[in-house]
């Protein structure tokens, strides 16, 4: 039997108290208050359209799948909501088949430190660049406890930069940048977001503005600075966003190296997000490595940076060149601060005082590693 699969005598009770009860060595976090959303408010969309063998009863498989939850689609039902649709994000962890209790025990725990941590992190936050999560839901046909957020149409980053359609690269990159200096600035202590990538952060479109726009997501590896219970291992981070003080000993190390994630950890990834904006690449997109651990080791240990000769960007762009710079400096406290960034990206190409500010123009990817004429 699973850890969390639902079954005559594991009642929707039985898991609602177990996901908002304290653990000891899991979680420190007494005052959480979890919103369990009432499952009668959603329908699951069946991505696929079949009948289980083995349940008889219509199979639904997931939308998207992540390094270690699944995400669904569902349609709200609740007042207000107008039938908007929804996602489930279900920790995969959670439903690991195991006959051994000890087994089943731990991706339990597992499960209740994942699902707590993200939604006191992310249910605390309210910006117009975060999508909101909206509560909990524990639904019969999902194996675990689900986050529920809005679907966005658009999808992650990485993906719309891949269909090419015409958008405005600097603002996305505001966007980015004011969602980080608002959970940075978060007192008593700030939020590290910790996984900034283009996976990680979902676009949706202003019919006032005309405009498409960032929303920061997935708050699985994020910590509140000074708080015990927040840390999380981040090896399974890609290098290519990943600042060198949360790589270097990971595997050595794993706990160590959680205490390093800062927020300058986020800065570097805004940098290195601002380069995929600009251009369509991936940075280090030229370096020739067998494993990704190996660009890793490169950037951690050996200083490998991108340089404007390597990695020209459109002349246009040559301005964003002193804020990357200044995000990818190797030591964390030698970064700008995403409230630095942030102020550099709104002024635009004036911004070092070296030139004459000029209108930003939309730009799609499979042009932006052209230089302007």
Known sequence: MSAFTFTETETTESILQAI??????????????LEVLPVKDFTLIPEVVGISPITKRQHYSAYATGSYADVFRAVSKAE?????????????????????EKVREEAKRVFVKRLRRECAVWGMLRHRNISRLWGVVIHPELSSAGLVSS????????????????YDCITMAQGIACALE????????????????????LVDYDE??????????????????????????????????????????????????????????????????????????????KERFAF???????????????????????????????????????????????????????KGPGADGTTTPVSISFVAADAATAPSP
């Open 20 to 33: 908002t009860t304290v653990i000891p060595n899991v979680t420190n976090i007494p005052d959480l208050e």
């Open 80 to 100: 207000g909501t107008n039938g908007e649709v929804v996602v489930f994000k279900v920790f995969r962890d959670a439903h690991l088949g195991s006959e051994d």
């Open 151 to 166: 679907f966005r149409l658009h999808g992650a980053l990485g993906d719309f930069i891949e269909k090419k359609i015409p």
């Open 182 to 201: 608002y959970i940075h600035a978060i007192t008593p202590d700030p939020v590290v977001h910790g996984d900034l990538t283009p996976a990680n952060i």
């Open 208 to 285: 006032t503005t005309k405009e498409f726009f960032p929303l920061l997501t997935d708050f699985g590896k994020s910590r509140v600075m000074d708080k015990h219970g927040y840390t999380t291992t981040v090896s399974k981070m890609t290098p290519l966003y990943r600042a060198p003080e949360i790589f270097t000993d990971l595997e050595d190390n794993p706990e160590a190296t959680n205490h390093r994630l800062v927020p300058g950890s986020d800065v570097y990834s805004l940098g290195m997000l601002l380069y995929k904006l600009i251009t369509g690449h991936d940075p280090f997109y």
């Open 292 to 346: 990704h651990i190996a660009l890793g080791i490169a950037i951690a240990e050996e200083g490998l940076r991108m340089t404007k000769n390597k990695y020209p960007v459109p002349s246009r762009y040559e301005w964003c060149w002193k804020i990357m710079d200044g995000c990818w400096e190797y030591k964390a406290e030698d970064r700008l601060t995403s409230k630095e960034a942030h102020r550099y990206l709104r």
